[in-house]
Every structure is written in structure tokens, then in C-alpha cells.
């Protein structure tokens, strides 16, 4: 215990930021700008974020391209398609500050797409009414990104770059900070805060297939809120995109960008037959998302798919220049991944898990969790999406509420009178860690997460049941049997064994969140299709809450606003690629 003790590095501010992407940035300039001393913490360089990702557009209606878009039409399509789900009060937030969230994005330099005359260029993005996605070329994540860390330079906020917190500290319900360590050196970290904000991302990468890389939304977010004592929000609430890739096995799941099917891209079964005649055929391939991840689904489940379990995404009867100049990210990433010509041969895709919905319960005004000083943000957190995300909505979200959470956080630090600490806290979790690298167990922690990736895929993904999904629960029972028997090996490369150890943790809570939550949602609605119960339940229009004492609990969602619901309608997307 002495030679860890002596290993400890301790640190103090006034905010803390678990997760450097883009709401974790956003948050920390805030924070910054308001004033404050914050430190943020990633376990990934913050150049290489999940939010880099993003390609397609971030939504807010500025009316550049259709004068009539207003706010209240923003929170409208939002609110239809999450299916009812999405917390009025929220999606209203985000759509009225939505407008500030890009003039933010603008003081700091970013480089969005411009008219000629200067105005900021909006495209169609999926259901919408109107023309309010924003963007920057095929990468508007990764710009966001890039002048998000930007801006952080120029106000010398402190980011450690491979810190892995595995605790938050909690003293009688209020926040005083966090404990973790370092990946590559071991070295750890007690660093005490007066509020923590939550922006570790969400919980896809506990499928098989998944847009998310091999150590990222691992449900990071969602083991560090529950065992501070917050609780989850529609954890069976998760977006599947309709094209990932198969090959390579590591890069499966890496997505193939909608734009493939916008810009005319055809889907076959192994038949060689153009599906979407059946499950949609006024829009084809320019269906919603969730629709077409269902066909793609289903025509794999009854036996048309390739051989590796997949459909076929064809673009090579468009021109080459088309493919080259309105598709480049794709033509790229294909020929270095599989050395596949698309303006040659199809692509090999299946459906793959992209979003979490749900995430830690928080209250709609302020991000704040169950927790007094503990805060949720991003796809960490849950409220605006319900059961089918809009396309460009979650990058807005960040921005959004990055704003409104760092000032409540700073807010929150102003008003104590001390800050009260816990050597008990401290003591557990500076215990969890050395029991973990003194295991000297049997099992694997890879394998593990594997095995977990395999339940998910099988019993939790596209389309649900009763028997799978009770199945699942049982699976998942045995391999937490078999956690207690893991063995780390820190190594000179250094101590990814033990990321992974807590990866796998939260993986396993996620996993079980999921799954009972599914389990109680008996009803088809959005991205949760319940094989056994086809229809939607007037009954379930209801978010699900779970926490590990409680189960699942049915919460009441209030009404929507009639200044918004006057608007709400099934929106036109005749010829628009619905994202």
C-alpha cells in the first residue's frame, strides 16, 4: 500500500471533467470563461475523441436557408421523432439555445460551410422540416473537435490526456472529486473537486458490431453515476445505424456514411435483390434509419444475407467523379480497410450499434444528477433523444448544455460553504484498484467483454423478445460469476489491462441496465423492436428509470407544450436521405 501511496498524485479544483470530446470541452471552456479553475480528464487523447467522428451536421434553426424555421419547429420534429419519448423541457433548451450553441462555435474560429454571401450554409438532415443542418464537409465532428481543443489552449485549461477515472467520491449524497490512474505509468490520481462533470460517453461498444472503437462508450458514464448514486434513463433506448462494415473483425462496425445511400447507393440481399421495395417503397434506400436497419436485419435473420452475415451497399453504377468528390471519407476508408474499389464492387455492411438514448438520469434545467455537485452531459446523459435520435441533434446538444452545465457547476462550487470529504471514500477506492491488480485469476478480462459483446449482439440487438432477452440476463449472470476470477498483468506497454478490468465493470452494469430495461418496455417503438409485442403501447409512452436496488421504474414524461405540439406532424421526406 506504501509503494502505491507513494504513486499518488493529488490535485485540487473547483470543477472536474470526466471525458475530453466535445461536451467535456465545451463544459470546461465554460467553466473557464465563468472564471473557475477546472481540470479536464480523458482516457484517449483529446485530439482522437469519439466526437471527431461525427460527420454529418450539427442542427439549429437559423433560418439562413428557409426564413419560416423557427425554434419551436426544431423541438417539434425532435419531439415526433423520438416517438414521444424525448422530455419536452429539454428538447426546448437545446432548440431555443441551439442558435447561441453555433454563434459560440463561430467566436471560437470554426470553419463552418458558407452561401456565397456568407450566410452559414444549412442542408436537410433527415426528418426535418426544414433546411438547419450546419456543416462542415464530411467532418463536422472532427472540426467541432478541433476548435474545441483550440479554444481550450488559449485559456490554459489543464487536460490529462490518459487519465482513467474509476470512481467518483461521494460524501453523504454531495461530490467531492475522484480517484483514478494513469494508463501508460500506473501513477494515481486523487483529485479533489468541488462539482464533477459526467462526459464519458454512452454504452454501444457492449455490442459486437459498433461505431465505436475498441475503448470507447464502454458505459463508463453509467457505472461511475450508479455507484456514485445516481440512476439510469432508457438504457434499452440505442440506435443502430444501418451500415457498418463486417471486415476486418477489429474494424467491424466502422461506419459507412449514410451519404453512400443519399447520393443514390442501392441495397441487395445476397439474391441480388433491391430489398427496400418491400419495407419501404416510396423512399427506398432514403428511409429512416431505424427502418432500414430493420430490413437489413431482417433479411440476414431469414437467410438472404452474405455468408458473413451481412447485406450489400452498392455505389458503383454512380460516376466515378460523384464517388470521389461527394463521398471521399468512404472511397478512403474502404480501400485502406479492405483495399475494396467502391467504384468497382459493393460494400459488405450490417447493422451496428451507433447511439445510446438514454444515458444518467438528470433533471432537464441543469444536468444535474441524483448526486449534489455531480453532472451529466452529452451522450452520457438522456432527455432529448427518446427512441429515434435526429440527425445533427446531438452535436447541438453538447454545445447546448457544455454552456448551461459548466455555469451550473461553477455555481454550485460558489455556494458551499466547505467542502466535505470522505477518508472512508477515498479508501474504497483506492482499495477497488489494488484488489484488481493483485487478482491473479483464470479468466481473461478480453474474453470477458467479448462474451458480453456476443449476449448483447445475440439477445439485445435490433429486434428483441422475451425468451432472448431473459436468456441474455442469464448469460450475463455467469460471466459476472466469472469476473470475480479475472487476472491483470500491467506491462511494459502499461496499464491497459487494468482499463480494461474497469471497462469491463461497466460494460457488465450497462449489459444488465439494458436488458431489464428491455425486458419491461413490452411494446415496438422507434429503435426498440419487440418481435413478440409488434405495437406501440399508449401505456409505455413512459421513460424507464433503473438503478440496481430499485429495478426498473416507470416515469411519467410531462406534456408538450402547445406552442410546440401545434407544429408537431410526420414530416414530408420525400428525396431527402433521412439520417
Same mark, same amino acid.
Given at each position: 500500500?506504501?509503494?502505491?501511496?507513494?504513486?499518488?498524485?493529488?490535485?485540487?479544483?473547483?470543477?472536474?471533467?470526466?471525458?475530453?470530446?466535445?461536451?467535456?470541452?465545451?463544459?470546461?471552456?465554460?467553466?473557464?470563461?465563468?472564471?473557475?479553475?477546472?481540470?479536464?480528464?480523458?482516457?484517449?487523447?483529446?485530439?482522437?475523441?469519439?466526437?471527431?467522428?461525427?460527420?454529418?451536421?450539427?442542427?439549429?434553426?437559423? /433560418?439562413?436557408?428557409?426564413?419560416?424555421?423557427?425554434?419551436?419547429?426544431?423541438?417539434?420534429?425532435?419531439?415526433?421523432?423520438?416517438?414521444?419519448?424525448?422530455?419536452?423541457?429539454?428538447?426546448?433548451?437545446?432548440?431555443?439555445?441551439?442558435?447561441?450553441?453555433?454563434?459560440?462555435?463561430?467566436?471560437?474560429?470554426?470553419?463552418?460551410?458558407?452561401?456565397? #454571401?456568407?450566410?452559414?450554409?444549412?442542408?436537410?438532415?433527415?426528418?426535418?422540416?426544414?433546411?438547419?443542418?450546419?456543416?462542415?464537409?464530411?467532418?463536422?465532428?472532427?472540426?467541432?473537435?478541433?476548435?474545441?481543443?483550440?479554444?481550450?489552449?488559449?485559456?490554459?485549461?489543464?487536460? +490529462? #490526456?490518459?487519465?482513467?477515472?474509476?470512481?467518483?467520491?461521494?460524501?453523504?449524497? %454531495?461530490?467531492?472529486?475522484?480517484?483514478?490512474?494513469?494508463?501508460?505509468?500506473?501513477?494515481?490520481?486523487?483529485?479533489?473537486?468541488?462539482?464533477?462533470?459526467?462526459?464519458?460517453?454512452?454504452?454501444?461498444?457492449?455490442?459486437?458490431?459498433?461505431?465505436?472503437?475498441?475503448?470507447?462508450?464502454?458505459?463508463?458514464?453509467?457505472?461511475?453515476?450508479?455507484?456514485?448514486?445516481?440512476?439510469?434513463?432508457?438504457?434499452?433506448?440505442?440506435?443502430?445505424?444501418?451500415?457498418?462494415?463486417?471486415?476486418?473483425?477489429?474494424?467491424?462496425?466502422?461506419?459507412?456514411?449514410?451519404?453512400?445511400?443519399?447520393?443514390?447507393?442501392? !441495397?441487395?440481399?445476397? !439474391?441480388?435483390?433491391?430489398?427496400?421495395?418491400?419495407? #419501404?417503397?416510396?423512399?427506398?434506400?432514403?428511409?429512416?434509419? #431505424?427502418?432500414?436497419?430493420?430490413?437489413?436485419?431482417?433479411?440476414?435473420?431469414?437467410?438472404?444475407?452474405?455468408?458473413?452475415?451481412?447485406?450489400?451497399?452498392?455505389?458503383?453504377?454512380?460516376?466515378?467523379?460523384?464517388?470521389?468528390?461527394?463521398?471521399?471519407?468512404?472511397?478512403?476508408? +474502404?480501400?485502406? +480497410?479492405?483495399?475494396?474499389?467502391?467504384?468497382?464492387?459493393?460494400?459488405?455492411?450490417?447493422?451496428?450499434?451507433?447511439?445510446?438514448?438514454? /444515458?444518467?438520469?438528470?433533471?432537464?434545467?441543469?444536468?444535474?444528477?441524483?448526486?449534489?455537485? *455531480?453532472?451529466?452531459?452529452?451522450?452520457?446523459?438522456?432527455?432529448?433523444?427518446?427512441?429515434?435520435?435526429?440527425?445533427?441533434?446531438?452535436?447541438?446538444?453538447?454545445? %447546448?448544455?457544455?454552456?448551461?452545465?459548466?455555469?451550473?457547476?461553477?455555481?454550485?462550487?460558489?455556494?458551499?460553504?466547505?467542502?466535505?470529504?470522505?477518508?472512508?471514500?477515498?479508501?474504497?477506492?483506492?482499495?477497488?484498484?489494488?484488489? +484488481?491488480?493483485?487478482?491473479?485469476?483464470?479468466?481473461?478480462?478480453?474474453? $470477458?467483454?467479448?462474451?458480453?459483446?456476443?449476449?448483447?449482439?445475440?439477445?439485445?440487438?435490433?429486434?428483441?423478445?422475451?425468451?432472448?432477452?431473459?436468456?441474455?440476463?442469464?448469460?450475463?449472470?455467469?460471466?459476472?460469476?466469472?469476473?470475480?476470477?479475472?487476472?491483470?498483468?500491467?506491462?511494459?506497454?502499461?496499464?491497459?489491462?487494468?482499463?480494461?478490468?474497469?471497462?469491463?465493470?461497466?460494460?457488465?452494469?450497462?449489459?444488465?441496465?439494458?436488458?431489464?430495461?428491455?425486458?419491461?418496455?413490452?411494446?415496438?417503438?422507434?429503435?426498440?423492436?419487440?418481435?413478440?409485442?409488434?405495437?406501440?403501447?399508449?401505456?409505455?409512452?413512459?421513460?424507464? %428509470?433503473?438503478?440496481?436496488?430499485?429495478?426498473?421504474?416507470?416515469?411519467?414524461?410531462?406534456? %408538450?407544450?402547445?406552442?410546440?405540439?401545434? *407544429?408537431?406532424?410526420?414530416?414530408?421526406?420525400?428525396?431527402? $436521405?433521412?439520417?
Amino acid at each position: 500500500m506504501n509503494a502505491a501511496r507513494a504513486q499518488e498524485r493529488q490535485l485540487s479544483t473547483s470543477v472536474l471533467v470526466i471525458g475530453t470530446g466535445g461536451s467535456g470541452l465545451r463544459a470546461a471552456i465554460e467553466v473557464a470563461e465563468q472564471g473557475s479553475d477546472v481540470i479536464a480528464v480523458g482516457k484517449r487523447p483529446r485530439h482522437d475523441a469519439h466526437t471527431s467522428l461525427a460527420a454529418g451536421g450539427i442542427n439549429a434553426a437559423l /433560418g439562413t436557408m428557409d426564413a419560416e424555421d423557427s425554434w419551436q419547429q426544431h423541438a417539434a420534429d425532435t419531439i415526433t421523432e423520438s416517438y414521444g419519448l424525448a422530455h419536452p423541457h429539454t428538447v426546448e433548451i437545446v432548440t431555443r439555445g441551439a442558435e447561441q450553441g453555433i454563434r459560440d462555435l463561430e467566436r471560437y474560429g470554426m470553419a463552418f460551410a458558407r452561401e456565397e #454571401d456568407g450566410r452559414i450554409s444549412q442542408r436537410f438532415f433527415g426528418a426535418h422540416t426544414f433546411r438547419r443542418t450546419a456543416f462542415a464537409g464530411d467532418y463536422t465532428g472532427l472540426e467541432i473537435q478541433r476548435t474545441l481543443v483550440n479554444r481550450t489552449e488559449q485559456l490554459d485549461i489543464p487536460i +490529462l #490526456d490518459t487519465v482513467y477515472i474509476t470512481r467518483i467520491l461521494v460524501r453523504d449524497g %454531495v461530490v467531492f472529486g475522484a480517484y483514478g490512474f494513469d494508463i501508460e505509468d500506473g501513477t494515481r490520481y486523487l483529485i479533489h473537486a468541488d462539482a464533477v462533470i459526467l462526459a464519458a460517453g454512452g454504452h454501444n461498444r457492449i455490442w459486437r458490431r459498433t461505431s465505436s472503437r475498441r475503448d470507447e462508450n464502454t458505459g463508463d458514464s453509467f457505472r461511475l453515476a450508479v455507484d456514485a448514486g445516481a440512476r439510469l434513463r432508457d438504457p434499452e433506448l440505442v440506435q443502430f445505424h444501418p451500415s457498418g462494415i463486417l471486415e476486418p473483425e477489429n474494424a467491424a462496425g466502422t461506419l459507412v456514411s449514410e451519404a453512400a445511400r443519399g447520393e443514390g447507393g442501392i !441495397l441487395r440481399n445476397a !439474391l441480388g435483390e433491391r430489398f427496400m421495395e418491400k419495407y #419501404d417503397p416510396e423512399r427506398m434506400e432514403l428511409s429512416t434509419r #431505424d427502418r432500414v436497419a430493420l430490413a437489413a436485419y431482417t433479411e440476414i435473420k431469414e437467410g438472404r444475407g452474405t455468408e458473413n452475415g451481412g447485406v450489400w451497399l452498392d455505389v458503383s453504377h454512380l460516376p466515378r467523379e460523384t464517388i470521389m468528390t461527394r463521398l471521399p471519407r468512404v472511397y478512403q476508408t +474502404l480501400m485502406e +480497410l479492405q483495399m475494396r474499389d467502391i467504384t468497382k464492387e459493393p460494400i459488405e455492411i450490417a447493422p451496428t450499434a451507433h447511439y445510446s438514448m438514454g /444515458g444518467v438520469w438528470v433533471r432537464p434545467e441543469d444536468h444535474g444528477t441524483d448526486v449534489e455537485g *455531480l453532472y451529466a452531459i452529452g451522450e452520457a446523459s438522456s432527455g432529448l433523444h427518446g427512441a429515434n435520435r435526429l440527425g445533427g441533434n446531438s452535436l447541438i446538444e453538447l454545445l %447546448v448544455f457544455g454552456r448551461i452545465v459548466g455555469r451550473a457547476a461553477v455555481a454550485h462550487s460558489a455556494g458551499l460553504d466547505a467542502q466535505r470529504r470522505s477518508a472512508e471514500a477515498v479508501d474504497v477506492a483506492r482499495a477497488e484498484i489494488d484488489d +484488481l491488480l493483485a487478482a491473479d485469476g483464470r479468466e481473461n478480462v478480453r474474453a $470477458l467483454q467479448r462474451a458480453i459483446r456476443n449476449t448483447m449482439t445475440e439477445h439485445a440487438g435490433v429486434v428483441r423478445d422475451e425468451q432472448g432477452l431473459t436468456q441474455g440476463l442469464a448469460e450475463l449472470d455467469e460471466i459476472e460469476a466469472r469476473m470475480a476470477d479475472v487476472g491483470i498483468h500491467p506491462d511494459i506497454a502499461g496499464f491497459q489491462d487494468l482499463a480494461h478490468a474497469f471497462d469491463l465493470k461497466a460494460s457488465a452494469l450497462a449489459a444488465r441496465a439494458t436488458l431489464e430495461a428491455a425486458l419491461e418496455r413490452r411494446e415496438t417503438r422507434g429503435c426498440h423492436n419487440r418481435s413478440d409485442y409488434p405495437e406501440k403501447d399508449p401505456q409505455l409512452q413512459v421513460n424507464l %428509470v433503473w438503478s440496481p436496488d430499485a429495478g426498473v421504474v416507470r416515469e411519467e414524461i410531462p406534456p %408538450v407544450p402547445d406552442e410546440i405540439a401545434a *407544429l408537431m406532424r410526420d414530416v414530408s421526406t420525400a428525396g431527402k $436521405l433521412v439520417e
